[in-house]
């Protein structure tokens, strides 16, 4: 069992930046591939980005790349989301998951990112 606890969001003005944390329980995270997703109401989750158990592999949608970075530190069972020139269309609950195979296993209780237009 894995629980997930974001952290970090709030009120950001366009352009400016933020920092997700993600805190996982249990003593097995670093065997997961943790991704961050985000929601708006009306809309189906959307991945926005992954890292794999080790931190050696990372994936990004299109419409973050080169903008958001996603870490992890293994050590402190923690995952990151650093967003930078972040854009009113970015403004969403954002969630942090867990997955041993294709499918996310575990889900935080997301956390509230706004960007004033």
């Known amino acids: 069992q894995v629980q997930l606890v974001e952290s970090g969001g709030g009120l950001v003005q366009a352009g400016g930046s933020l920092r997700l944390s993600c805190a996982a329980s249990?003593?097995?995270?670093?065997?997961?591939?943790m991704g961050w997703f985000r929601q708006t109401p009306g809309k189906d989750r959307e991945f926005v980005a992954d890292?794999?158990?080790?931190?050696?592999?990372?994936y990004y949608a299109d419409s973050v790349k080169g903008r958001f970075t996603i870490s992890r530190d293994n050590a402190k069972n923690m995952v990151y989301l650093q967003m930078n020139n972040l854009k009113p269309e970015n403004a969403a609950i954002y969630y942090c998951g867990a997955r041993l195979e294709a499918t996310y296993d575990y889900w935080g209780q997301g956390n509230q990112v706004t960007v004033p237009s």
């Open positions: 890292i794999s158990y080790n931190g050696a592999r990372t």
């Open positions: 249990g003593r097995t995270f670093s065997v997961y591939t």
